[in-house]
C-alpha cells in the first residue's frame, strides 16, 4: 500500500508539472526557454539545499552520473521546445506513448519479455490515451515539434532506465540536475525573453517542488517497482494533467474524457494485477 501511495504521489507530481508549465506558458507569463531554464536552476536549487541539510557530497565527477545528466537535458530541452507547435494533450500523448514504448523495448532486451496481461492492459490505457487525447487542440501534430516530444521521451525513458539503478535518489537527482543546467543553457536556442512574476514563480513551483522532488521519489520507488508496470503507471499522467486543467484551470471534461478515464484506469489496474515478467533464462 506504502508503494502505491509514493507511486501515486509521483504520478500526481508530473501531472501537476504539466498543469504548471501550461498555465505559465499558454497564458504568456513565461517564454518556453525561460521557463526551462528556470525549472532547472529551481530544480537543482532545492535539491542541492535538502543535500545540504542532511550533509553529504553530491556524486557530480562520476562516469555513470553524466548519462543520466544528458537523459534529464533531452527531456528538459525537446519538452519545453515542443509545446510552442503542440497542444498539451497530443504533446503528452506523444511522450509518454514514447516512454511505455522504450521501456517495454528495454525489458524485451535485457530478457524480461512482458506478460500478456501487461501488454493487453498497456493497450488499453493507450487506447484510453487516444480517445482523450487525439487530435486535440490544433489538429494533427507539426512534424518538427512531434520530433520533438519523441526526444523528449526518449531522454525520460533514459533518464527512468538509469534511475533504476541509484542507491541515493536524492543525492542523484541533486547531481542531475546540477550537470544538466549548464546543458541546457547551452543547447537551449535563444530567444525573446518574456517573464512575468507569475511566470517566475510558476516555474519555481514547477522546478523545484513538481519536477525537482517528484524526480527524486521517482527514484526511491523505481528500485521497487517492475520496469513493465513502471512503463504503464506513467500512462496516468496525461489523464491527470487533463483531470488537473479542468478543476484549476477551468477547462471542460467530456464525457468522451470520462471514458478514457474509465479506459485508462482500467488498463492500468488490470496490468498491475500481473506477475513480474518472464525472464529469458537461457
Known sequence: MRLALLTALAMIAFAANSVLTRLAIDGTHMDPVSFALVRVASGAAMLGFLIALRGGALPLLRRRRWPGAVS?????????????????????????????????MHGYWRGAAPTLRQISGAGIAFAGLMLALWPGPGGQADPLGAGLMVLAGLGWAAYTIIGRGSVDPLAAT???????????????????????????????????????????LWYAVLPRLDQGIAAIVQ???????????????????????????????GGIGWALSAGSPRADRS
Open 72 to 104: 534529464l537535458a533531452l527531456y528538459m530541452i525537446g519538452f519545453s521546445l515542443a509545446y510552442l507547435t503542440l497542444d498539451a494533450g497530443l504533446g503528452a500523448l506523444i511522450l509518454f506513448g514514447v516512454v511505455q514504448i522504450s521501456m517495454f
Open 235 to 265: 500512462l496516468s499522467v496525461p489523464l491527470l494533467a487533463i483531470l488537473g486543467g479542468a478543476v484549476l484551470l477551468g477547462e471542460k471534461v467530456s464525457l468522451l474524457v470520462l471514458l478514457a478515464a474509465v479506459l485508462v484506469l
Open 174 to 216: 541533486a547531481a542531475n540536475f546540477l550537470l544538466c543546467l549548464p546543458l541546457v543553457a547551452v543547447l537551449l536556442p535563444g530567444a525573446a525573453l518574456a517573464v512575468t512574476a507569475p511566470g517566475l514563480l510558476l516555474a519555481v513551483m514547477s522546478g523545484g517542488l513538481t519536477s525537482g522532488l517528484g524526480y527524486a
